[in-house]
């Protein structure tokens, strides 16, 4: 046979897998009215996310963290976040539950690039006023060389029952907060077979 009739081909419509990026998101909440307003974060970045990073996210009520096996599986899960959602009432101070857990997975935290987000809700919050819960989460933030992202909204003092909607309903939301997430430059690292 002769060689120069041997060609290699190459298909052009080979399919190329494309890795996605890890991105690990741990959302603490307090009740009902802060997790459903966590979870309108949530929907939105995994709507506009999704196609290139590997969502894995795990939730945990605040009030839950007491048993010890779940406070320390909420911390380390945390600590390796790239993302860490505290959605909270307004208060004059940090509930004990949340300032006991971010203060352990603030402890174990590495220098890895990460985001903190508080979503807080409250009655008419005064958009002059410094939330102490935002300004301690800011502090917890600068302390672990995260970035920061803080959104505040209005909320009826009783809890209010979880209401079905839609995907595109939750996702629109936290809109100025998800516009300022996602337009902030990130830059997490990519662990490839040849990096």
Same mark, same amino acid.
């Given at each position: 046979?002769?060689?120069?009739?041997?060609?290699?081909?190459?298909?052009?419509?080979?399919?190329?897998?494309?890795?996605?990026?890890?991105?690990?998101? +741990?959302?603490?909440?307090?009740?009902?009215?802060? #997790?459903? #307003?966590?979870?309108?974060?949530?929907?939105?970045?995994?709507?506009? &996310? &999704?196609?290139?990073?590997?969502? !894995?996210?795990?939730?945990?009520?605040?009030?839950?963290?007491?048993?010890? *096996?779940?406070?320390?599986?909420?911390?380390?899960?945390?600590?390796?976040?790239?993302?860490?959602?505290?959605?909270?009432?307004?208060?004059?101070?940090?509930?004990?539950?949340?300032? !006991?857990?971010?203060? *352990?997975?603030?402890?174990?935290?590495?220098?890895?690039? *990460?985001?903190?987000?508080? =979503?807080?809700?409250?009655?008419?919050?005064?958009?002059?006023?410094?939330?102490?819960?935002?300004?301690?989460?800011?502090? +917890?933030?600068?302390?672990?060389?995260?970035?920061?992202?803080?959104?505040?909204?209005?909320?009826?003092? !009783?809890? +209010?029952?979880? =209401? #079905?909607?839609?995907?595109?309903?939750?996702?629109?939301? +936290?809109?100025?907060?998800?516009?300022?997430?996602?337009?902030?430059?990130?830059?997490?690292?990519?662990?490839?077979?040849?990096?």
């Amino acid at each position: 046979m002769n060689n120069s009739t041997i060609t290699n081909r190459t298909p052009d419509s080979a399919p190329h897998w494309e890795p996605k990026f890890p991105f690990d998101l +741990v959302i603490a909440y307090e009740d009902t009215t802060t #997790r459903n #307003r966590a979870l309108s974060l949530y929907d939105h970045l995994a709507q506009q &996310l &999704l196609d290139d990073y590997d969502f !894995q996210c795990s939730w945990w009520k605040l009030g839950h963290l007491g048993n010890h *096996s779940l406070h320390e599986q909420a911390s380390d899960a945390a600590a390796e976040a790239h993302m860490v959602v505290v959605s909270l009432r307004a208060a004059l101070e940090v509930p004990e539950s949340a300032r !006991q857990w971010t203060e *352990s997975w603030l402890a174990k935290r590495g220098d890895q690039k *990460s985001a903190l987000v508080t =979503v807080i809700a409250g009655d008419h919050l005064d958009p002059r006023k410094v939330c102490p819960i935002q300004a301690y989460m800011h502090k +917890v933030a600068r302390a672990a060389n995260m970035d920061f992202f803080a959104h505040r909204f209005d909320a009826p003092d !009783q809890q +209010v029952p979880f =209401v #079905r909607s839609t995907l595109s309903d939750r996702a629109t939301m +936290v809109t100025p907060l998800m516009e300022e997430i996602l337009d902030h430059k990130w830059t997490f690292p990519r662990w490839g077979i040849n990096e």
